[in-house]
Every structure is written in C-alpha cells, then in structure tokens.
C-alpha cells in the first residue's frame, strides 16, 4: 500500500471537499468536477420526478372528484378569488425569471448580481405566501374552510361535494406553500455562502439545482391556479 | 488475482479504522451504513417475528384463548408494517446494495454519502415513529391502512404509524435516487452497461421503483393522515369521498413495491448461480431486461387487488390480462438460471441452496399469483389463507432466502470471515422445512375457505393450523441460527481470502474487507461478468484488473 493511498484511508466524516485534484470543491470519491456535476443535476432530475409523482397523487383525487362532481365544483371554485390567483401567478412567474438570472449570474460567476437576484426571489416567494395567508383568512372569515370540525357556510345544494372542493384546495396549496417554504430556506443558506464567496464560475452547481426546484414549484401552480380558480369560467364584471 | 495477502488484523480497512461512536453515527462510507441498516432491520425482523408468534400461537385453536379479536387486529397490522416497511423493503437493496453497489462498478462510494447517511437516519426516526404507535397502544387497521377501518372506524395510533411508513418512504426514495445516479455516473472504465453485473440492472429497476411508486403511497398515507387530523373527507363515503379511490392510490404503489421485494433478490439470484455452477450466465441480456419490463409491467397491474371492491369488470379483466403479461419475465429469469444450473459443475454451498430455495419457491408463489389473478379463481380465494400463503411463498420464499443467500455468499466481504459452513447448511434446511411447514397448509386452508384477518376460525381448519404453528416454530429456530453464527464468526471464523469463492465481480478483486474506499486503484474493466469456464486459466476470468 502506497503512503498517498494510507493518508487517504483515514476517515474523515465530512469529507465533501477534502482537496485531491487541486480543487477545493471536488468531493473525494468523484474523479473530477464533471463527474460531480452530471451527478448533481442526474439526482435532482432524479428527485423532481419523485415530486411529480407526489403531486400527481392529489391531481388524481381532483381529476376524479371534479369528474365526479362537477357543478358543485364549479360552484364552489367561484368562490375563490382569482385575481389574487392572478396575482400569484404573476409574482411566481418574475420570480423563476430572477432565478434563472441568478443561475445566470452564479455560472458566470458574478457576486454581487447573484446575491441580489437571489435575494429578489425569496422576496417574490414570500410575496406570494402572504397573498396565500390573506386568501386563507378570507375563507375563514367567509366560513369556507370545512377543516377541524368549522362551521361550513354554503347555501346551495351538494354542500359535501363543496366541502371536498375546499378540502382538496387547502391541501393542494398546502402542499404547494410547504414546498415555497423549504425553497425560501434553501435560497435563505444560498445567500448565505454566496455572502462568504463559496460560489465562482466554476463552483455553482446548488444554484443550478435550487433554480430547478424553484421553478418546479412555480410549474405546479401554474397547473394549480386554473384547476382550482378558473373552473367553470371566471365572471370578470364581479 | 493479485491478491493482498497482509492479514486481517494487521491491516487497515473499514470495519478497524476507527472503533468510535461518532465514526459510525457520522459515517458517510457506504460500506458503515450498510452495517448500520444490517443491525436495525435484523432488529426490526424480531420485532416483527415476535408478533408473527403470537399469532401463530392464537391460532393454534379454533376459539380465542391467547389473545381477542382487538389484540389481534393490532398484532397482524404490526407484523405487516414492522415487515414490510421496516424489514423487506430496505434488506437487500439498502444492505446488500448499499455495500455492493460501489464495489461492483469500481466506485469509491456512492454518489451523494451524505444524502446516503441522511436515508438511515430517515430510517430510522420513521420506525422510531412506527414503534413509538406500537407503545402507545398498537394500530389495527391492516398494513393496508384501508379506510374507512384507517379514519373513522380505527381510535388505534393511525397518524403516527402512518408518519412512520411516510418518513421511511423517503428513506427508499433517497436510497433509490442515489443508486440510479451512482449506477450511471460512477462506472469503472470499461465497464460498459452490458458489462455490469446483473445484480446491478436489478438494483436499478428496483430503483425506478422507488423513485416513481414511494411518493404516490407518500401522498396516500399523508392524506389518510390529514383527513383523520383536520377530520375532512377525502376518503370517507359521508362527506363524500370515495374509499376505493384509496385502494387505487394504495395499490399503485404497493404492486409495484412488491417488486422491489423481490427483484433485489433476483439480482442476487443471478449473482450466485454462475459461480457455484461455474458457468457463464444463461441469457444474460434477457435477465437484465426482463427486470425492467417486470418493473415497468408492474406499475399497470395494480387492480388486481381490487377485483372484489366493485371495480368495473371491464377494468378488472385489463388488469387481469397485464398481470398476467408479469409472468413472462419472471419465467425468463426462472428459466434462465436453470439453464445455467443445467450441465454446470455445481458446488452445493450453503448460498447456492438458498439460491435453489429461490427459485422453487419464487415458482410457486408466481404460479400461485397466477390463480389469484384470474377473475372467478380470485373471487373464491380473495381475503383467504390462500392470498396470505401466496405472498409468503413469494416474501419469504423469494426475497428472505435470496437475503440469506446474499449474506452468505458476501459476508467473507463483509467481514473477513468464513461462516461455519456444515452448521449454515443445517440452517437452511431448517428455514426449508419448517417455511413449507407453515405455508403450505395455508394454501389449503384458503382454498377450503378459512378467511385471513380472524382469530377464531371454524374447528375443521384445526389440523391443518396446528401443522402451520409447528412450521413456524422450526421456521423461528432456523431464522435463530445464522444470527448465532455470523456474530460467532466474527472472532473464531476462519478468515476469508479476497476471493473466496473465486468469483468474476470487481467486490472480489479487492481485499476482504475492504478499505474505506474500496480500491487500492480505481479498477480498469476488461470483460464482462460471468466469465466462469474451465477455458480459462483458473477457470474464471475477473471482470478487470486494478490499474497499473
Ligand atoms: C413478486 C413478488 C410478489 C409479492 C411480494 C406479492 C405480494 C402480495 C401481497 C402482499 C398480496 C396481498 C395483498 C393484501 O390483500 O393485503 C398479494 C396479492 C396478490 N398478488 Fe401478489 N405478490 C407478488 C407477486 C405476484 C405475482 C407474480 C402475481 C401474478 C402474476 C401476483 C398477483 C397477486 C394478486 C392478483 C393478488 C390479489 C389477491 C387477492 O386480493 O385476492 N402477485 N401479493
Ligand atoms: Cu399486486
């Protein structure tokens, strides 16, 4: 056994950037920072189909009741309010523009636009999250949120099918709001270690993969926001 | 081989490089998680051996004397979790490939460690949460967690158990996602996708698996959980949800999960049948493809399990149809192993019995499957001693033996250790015996009728129960044994070369145990796998050389 190979045996727990090629970020059972990478964004490809799948559960309960029922859901939908859907909408589409200009910015390696960028993006995120708690207390107030045993208000018929509307739409945007809460701590430890210098044009692969999660999530609301809003048409005079 | 010859003790490699706690609680070597997973889930076997017992003791009479209807209700829903989530979906793959995954392709890991660390943690605070629900007063819905016995019928620990499973599902996830990437980024040289060894192709169907069908069951049980905590009605008929759209989503995964309980063995299957035959593998592109299309087939037949639930008949004879189309590559696997067995000069060591074990008892469960996956024979036999008889010929039959194969044929690997060989055989033959014991009767018993789920049965059923029980206790004898000795071995076993048993694969080109990472040189492929034949100068030829 050759004494480079010894020293290398000795355990090291955290051992993500011991140095063996000369760069500091290569972790120490990748060959180089190409194979590092491909494996990076393989694995998060890997990890946003698992997501899919998830989300595809609770689009199959929607398809299947919707189908189900579909004058209760049209009317319950009404009740929604979609421009502050609109809104969101929007908010969440400039966001995944200035992620993407952040990944821009932190594979070209310039510091300052990358942390302003990303910083705009967890602004925009949480934008959005307090329009969703104002629309939240909304239904509340207006006795539409059927969970934990509430009064549920609904004149009209079908009021169990309108229930399972608003059941299906807490959870779904629930859902949705837990992954826009994780991304904003993400992006939170991203401006963090982009603060401290950790990312050049060489090193920017969670950037890369954080932009990908982001705009993942974006893309589930924007499949969410006509499902659950724009049923059954929106009047725009109201 | 080259082989290194410095003894065990004097050498530095995984196992005695560093005694601390904190080196195993913060490890990142794939080959330490491996041991982690390999203590927890022998664990979780007894923990789930210890409920089978004592259903197997209330039936040993017609009336309830152990144990009463409740008692009992929670005890097969605790045996079903403990050894579904928490043993027989991570043993081989988060054990077995865990370890061997890395070694096979020539890797010094798998490509995320750290992520590989986080899926036992996950592991384990999700049995930690499922044993926590056990403490607390069991759960008694059914592994199945159907509602309406999970929501409004059950006051048992429902949320808790169900957080279980849904915190270790990401553990499979993860484990899942780490092997499909290290599968295709951290080849060897020259190890080309026809080159790997088969056990590999197994491991990434398995991981397909995983990565598509876990978070459908995830989002199942997640929202089982909300409607029972925010008491809202997804699933429940009287606020209008639809609990056969439960079974849908339950099924879509749990099909194709059962797969991922039996195709890891299968990859081990095609391991060790090569070697103890010494011939180069039968069919070794139809093995390696018949694992995706028993994977990709397999997510399409889920309704199987819903022929009795109201399901359209027109529905029910589609999923009939493809169930069976899962048959053909099962039989192309079956009939490719025993075409390598035929003509080889085989060696009847103890791995190659539990690999014969396999495939015999794999064709009954199979066939089996078979039956109840015709329409009018499934009426018959659904929620019967039959089904149950079923799928233990195909769990414990196939993947527990193939399990113990592996831990057989790798444990010089593992260890450094032989195993005492003459008692290792008498302990499969024990697992042999007393696993029909106790199976085979249930297969009568559901044919004459006897329901599963009940712990009284009509007094005709005694005979044929009481003959189950007595299997069982050889069965639990013999599950006793191989635990005795592999801990035995590790200080009086004789120590084991690098490659014991002379076999192709690149694991056995390094030393027995390994060294953190793996290799003393990252290892250059030149062959394929299974090149066993007297042609060859020592009558095998390794798939590649450590580079000079
Ligand atoms: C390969 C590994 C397999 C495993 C681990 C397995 C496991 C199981 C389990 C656990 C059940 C019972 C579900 C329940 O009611 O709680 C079951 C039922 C069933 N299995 Fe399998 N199975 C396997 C292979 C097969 C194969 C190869 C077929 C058909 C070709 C098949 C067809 C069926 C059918 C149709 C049922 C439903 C029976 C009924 O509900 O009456 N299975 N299996
Ligand atoms: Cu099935």
């Not at chain 1, 302003?116 to 629309?135: D, N, Q, Y």
Request: aromatic share 16%; glycine share 8%; with cysteine.
């Amino acid at each position: 056994m050759d004494d480079a190979r010894t020293r290398m045996d000795e355990p090291n727990p955290l051992s993500a950037t011991v140095d063996r090629h000369g760069s500091p970020y290569l972790a120490h059972h990748f060959d180089d920072l190409e194979q590092q990478f491909e494996s990076a964004r393989l694995g998060t490809w890997a990890f946003l189909a698992t997501e899919v799948m998830f989300f595809g559960g609770m689009f199959l309960a929607y398809t299947v009741y919707r189908g189900a029922y579909p004058e209760a859901f049209a009317e319950a939908s009404h009740h929604l309010d979609w421009r502050l859907g609109a809104l969101n909408t929007i908010v969440l589409l400039t966001s995944s523009l200035t992620m993407a200009l952040a990944v821009w910015a932190g594979q070209t390696g310039r510091r300052r636009p990358l942390i302003i960028f990303l910083a705009i993006t967890m602004l925009l995120g949480l934008v959005f999250l307090g329009v969703k708690s104002v629309e939240y207390t909304e239904k509340y107030l207006e006795g539409h949120m059927p969970l934990l045993g509430l009064p549920f208000a609904w004149e009209g018929e079908h009021a169990g099918q309108a229930a399972l509307f608003f059941d299906l739409y807490f959870v779904m945007t629930g859902f949705h709001a837990l992954h826009m809460i994780i991304g904003i701590g993400i992006i939170a430890v991203l401006i963090g270690l982009a603060w401290r210098g950790r990312f050049n044009a060489h090193y920017f692969t969670p950037i890369e993969m954080t932009g990908l999660y982001w705009h993942f999530v974006d893309i589930v609301w924007v499949f969410l926001y006509p499902l659950l809003y724009l049923i059954g048409g929106i009047a725009l005079g109201e | 081989m080259a082989a290194i010859t410095a003894p065990v003790s004097a050498r530095k490699h995984y196992l005695n490089i560093d005694y601390s706690w904190r080196s195993w609680l913060l490890t990142v070597d794939h080959k330490r998680i491996a041991i982690l997973y390999l203590l927890s889930i022998t664990l979780f076997f007894f923990v789930g051996g210890f409920f089978a017992t004592l259903l197997r003791l209330e039936l040993v009479t017609p009336q309830g004397d152990v144990v009463q209807a409740e008692t009992y209700n929670k005890l097969f829903t605790m045996h079903g979790v403990t050894m579904i989530f928490f043993f027989l979906i991570p043993s081989i793959p988060a054990v077995l490939g865990n370890f061997l995954l890395p070694l096979m392709i020539g890797a010094r890991d798998l490509a995320f460690p750290r992520l590989n660390l986080l899926s036992w943690y996950l592991f384990m605070l999700g049995a930690l949460s499922a044993v926590a629900a056990m403490a607390a007063g069991g759960v008694d819905t059914g592994w199945t967690f159907y509602p309406p016995y999970s929501t409004r019928s059950s006051n048992s620990q429902v949320v808790l158990t169900g957080l279980g499973a849904f915190i270790a599902g990401f553990s499979s996830i993860l484990t899942g996602l780490n092997f499909i990437v290290t599968i295709h980024t951290m080849r060897a040289p020259g190890l080309t996708w026809f080159r790997l060894p088969l056990f590999v192709w197994a491991h990434y169907a398995t991981s397909l698996i995983m990565l598509l069908g876990t978070p459908v069951i995830a989002i199942t049980i997640a929202l089982a959980g909300i409607e029972r905590l925010l008491r809202i009605g997804i699933f429940d008929p009287a606020l209008g949800g639809d609990p056969v759209l439960f079974q849908h989503l339950f099924w879509f995964y749990s099909h194709p999960a059962v797969y991922i309980m039996i195709l890891p063995g299968m990859g081990v299957i095609s391991e060790i049948i090569p070697c103890f035959a010494r011939r180069r593998i039968f069919g070794y592109r139809f093995i390696a493809f018949s694992s995706f299309a028993i994977a990709i087939i397999g997510f399409l037949a889920w309704g199987h399990h819903l022929f009795v639930s109201g399901q359209s008949v027109y529905a029910s004879m589609t999923f009939s149809a493809i169930t069976y189309l899962v048959a053909i590559p099962s039989a192309i696997k079956t009939f490719n192993w025993t075409a390598t067995l035929y003509k080889g000069s085989i060696a009847y060591r103890t791995p190659l019995w539990y690999a014969l074990w396999f495939i015999g008892l794999f064709v009954i469960g199979g066939l089996t499957g078979l039956f109840v996956a015709a329409l009018p024979v499934d009426v018959h036999v659904h929620d019967t001693y039959f089904v149950v008889a079923h799928f233990h010929y195909i769990m414990v039959g196939g993947q527990v033996m193939a399990y113990l194969a592996a831990l057989h044929f790798w444990w010089p690997k593992f260890s450094g250790r032989m195993y005492p060989e003459g008692l290792a055989k008498f302990a499969a033959f024990t697992i042999f015996i007393g696993f029909n014991l106790t199976f085979f009767p249930q297969f009568i018993l559901g044919y004459l009728g006897m329901p599963r789920r009940y712990y009284t049965y009509a007094p005709e059923f005694q005979v044929l129960n009481v003959l189950s029980t007595a299997g069982a206790s050889i069965l639990a004898f013999g599950f006793i044994l191989p635990m005795v000795y592999f801990v035995w071995s590790l200080r009086y076993g004789r120590k084991a070369d690098p490659n014991p048993w002379e076999a192709t694969g690149l694991e056995w080109q390094t030393s027995s145990p390994p060294t953190t990472h793996n290799f003393e040189q990252t290892p250059v492929v030149t062959h394929g796998p299974y090149a066993y034949s007297p042609q060859e100068p020592h009558d095998y030829l390794p798939q590649g050389v450590a580079r000079v």
